[in-house]
């Protein structure tokens, strides 16, 4: 028999207690609240061969669907400051910063790239984020990609 791998969406109020328990262990071991897996499943109160038996397949709706992770490539004047007034605009926005790429200055003009993820709700958030041209420094900027 094949069976096609199929996502579906249930609350969590009608899985098994193992399902959250599952997701509880993983954000334990991604905060460091716990220093092995084993540990973890202990403080939760799940057995390991539970944990290691669903890990791979119980996701948090939250972190896989309700987040957008957006690429943005600022080419930004090199004075003191312009770079950190970017990123405040970006906490502002509430977009919380995954990595941030600089090269070295070339002509007065760094590069940047800037990987975040928008957590809010509103389509408006991409075009509030376009206003990063507006700052003082910000010579340019382009979405490299949105998920």
């Given at each position: ?21 599952v997701l509880e262990v993983k ?88 990987s975040l993820r928008l957590t ?28």
């Amino acid at each position: 028999m094949n069976r096609r791998s199929q996502l579906i969406v249930a609350d969590s109020s009608i899985l098994p207690e193992v399902f959250t328990k599952v997701l509880e262990v993983k954000k334990l071991m991604a905060q460091k609240g716990e220093k092995s897996f084993a540990s973890a499943c202990r403080r939760v109160g799940i057995s390991r061969s539970a944990y290691y038996k669903y890990k791979d397949f119980v996701f948090s709706y939250e972190e896989l669907f309700n987040r957008r992770i957006v690429n943005l490539y600022l080419l930004l004047d090199d004075s003191p400051g312009v770079l950190s007034n970017a990123l405040v605009f970006l906490h502002d926005l509430n977009a919380n910063i995954l990595t941030v790429n600089q090269s070295i200055p070339v002509d007065g003009a760094a590069a940047v790239n800037i990987s975040l993820r928008l957590t809010g709700d509103s389509e408006d958030e991409l075009t509030r984020l376009n206003s990063i041209t507006d700052l003082n420094g910000v010579l340019e900027a382009k979405f490299l990609s949105a998920e």
